[in-house]
T-cell receptor, first 115, second 114 residues
């Protein structure tokens, strides 16, 4: 079974630009979560999508948004990039069943550098 | 509020030594799940184990073992006879009932020296 894939793997942008990151979950997984990882803040939850609906959202500004498509693939968008947005963005997929809190499987991440 | 504390920021051991990574969690919920993930230099988090709050049985998988103790709110991870390939950052994480996201500890960087 193919794992979680994320594209692109590396991205360099300048301040003020916007960026879209893509995530394809494991086949059959309906939940996709996004995390930001930085050396200072560690792993921070951005949002979770389940069946095309945002089920949970972390404490990030409105510049960070996401969506999920009917095939469970997900995208996240960051507008008006700031230097502090430089990070590794990780996507994780799971079956999404709340009552059992299935483990999440992570993709390789997209490393975003903002200059 | 949920919180996970991994007090050990970095650990360095010589190959074949045993090493224990500590994890202490906080939650008011009675139903919750604990996880351990490994992040090698490549960056991808690798799932290691999931444990629910009603199952305090310790688990062993090869050289890995986990000690879950609700009395001390701890979920410690031991690697026996460590190998260089065990070098990575290890994260402990918690999710509890209700609409809460997965909360990660800050991670422990383990270096195994040959």
């Amino acid at each position: 079974k193919a794992g979680v894939t994320q594209t692109p793997r590396y991205l360099i942008k300048t301040r003020g630009q916007q960026v879209t990151l893509s995530c394809s979950p494991i086949s059959g997984h309906r939940s996709v979560s996004w995390y930001q990882q930085t050396p200072g803040q560690g792993l921070q939850f951005l949002f979770e999508y389940f069946s095309e609906t945002q089920r949970n959202k972390g404490n990030f500004p409105g510049r960070f948004s996401g969506r999920q498509f009917s095939n469970s693939r997900s995208e996240m968008n960051v507008s008006t990039l700031e230097l502090g947005d430089s990070a590794l963005y990780l996507c994780a997929s799971s079956l999404g069943q709340r009552h059992t809190y299935n483990e999440q499987f992570f993709g390789p991440g997209t490393r975003l550098t903002v200059l | 509020a949920q919180k996970v504390t991994q007090a050990q920021t970095e650990i360095s051991v010589v190959e074949k030594e045993d090493v224990t990574l500590d994890c202490v969690y906080e939650t008011r919920d009675t139903t919750y799940y604990l996880f351990w993930y490994k992040q090698p230099p490549s960056g991808e988090l690798v799932f290691l184990i999931r444990r629910n709050s009603f199952d305090e049985q310790n688990e062993i998988s090869g050289r890995y073992s986990w000690n879950f103790q609700k009395s001390t709110s701890s979920f410690n991870f031991t690697i026996t006879a460590s190998q260089v390939v065990d070098s990575a950052v290890y994260f402990c994480a918690l999710i509890s009932s209700g609409n809460t996201p997965l909360v990660f500890g800050k991670g422990t960087r383990l270096s195994v020296i040959a």
